[in-house]
């Protein structure tokens, strides 16, 4: 393979049925590197086999938690690995979630929910940015998405319903998300100035995924695709993020099923 081609980093991937895996997939498919990094090794290993199987070219870059140290040590490890590939795309879809009455969430809980939420991404973005803002404009010989749209990179968050709207059970999650938000919106405001697209997707909706068919465990929900989020129909978004050009830029876009309520 060439030894220049673009480098695609999520942090987030689950069990590899959800958005982190879907948007992995994709930008395997679309010419990038993909660096994975997650805790769980077991999951994170089947899709980086998936993706080298199916002809593209995948690491793992393993966390047992998500402090900006194991971060930090993440990325350092990847630009290692790759050391040739420009960094063009990170996308944080990491999160942690409670969903409790307000006294019935403990002290450690919201710890987690700030630590992986908030300082997770703050790290994150540090070390991607700090990655983008090193590189000239991407051309197209390099095999990405972007060669045309005058632009140094891509960061994106996953957010969620959450980041714009608390709800009673959701005020651990709905901080940390809102924490989030405008987190985005900060730094899209700091660094599109130096050509640096920063993006903050709201997730609207259930995501179809191995874990929500085992709750929910209805047939007509998971076929029905005006009622749910497919995580491959997000990771499609993600990918027109990354496309467009400097011209028109899109900070925040939120996505759903055509019959949530909203």
Do not use: C
Not at 16 to 26: E, H, M, N, W, Y
Request: hydrophobic share 40%; proline share 3%; net charge neutral.
């Amino acid at each position: 393979m060439s030894s220049v081609r673009p480098l695609f980093v999520v942090a987030g991937i689950g069990n590899g049925t959800g958005t982190g895996a879907a948007t992995a997939r994709l930008f395997a498919k679309s010419g990038y590197r993909v660096a994975l990094i997650s805790r769980g090794p077991e999951y994170l290993n089947k899709l980086a086999t998936e993706l080298n199987q199916a002809g593209g070219e995948a690491a793992t870059f393993p966390l047992k938690d998500y402090t900006p140290a194991s971060i930090k040590s993440a990325f350092a490890s990847l630009k290692s690995h790759w050391p040739s590939s420009p960094l063009r795309v990170a996308v944080f879809n990491a999160g942690y979630g409670i969903w409790k009455p307000f006294l019935d969430i403990t002290e450690d809980e919201v710890r987690e929910s700030i630590d992986t939420n908030i300082v997770a991404a703050f790290a994150f973005a540090r070390a991607a940015l700090l990655e983008f803002t090193t590189l000239e404009f991407e051309t197209a010989n390099e095999g990405g998405v972007a060669g045309d749209a005058r632009k140094r990179g891509t960061l994106i968050f996953t957010g969620a319903t959450a980041s714009i709207r608390g709800n009673t059970l959701t005020s651990a999650f709905s901080a940390s998300k809102f924490g989030i938000r405008a987190l985005s919106q900060s730094l899209a405001k700091e660094f599109n100035k130096q050509n640096i697209h920063v993006a903050h997707s709201i997730i609207d909706g259930m995501i179809l995924t191995d874990r929500t068919k085992s709750r929910l465990n209805d047939a007509s929900w998971e076929a029905n695709q005006d009622a749910r989020l497919d995580p491959d129909a997000i990771a499609k978004s993600y990918l027109h993020l990354v496309k467009q050009d400097s011209s028109a830029w899109t900070w925040e876009i939120d996505l759903r099923p055509a019959h949530e309520k909203w």
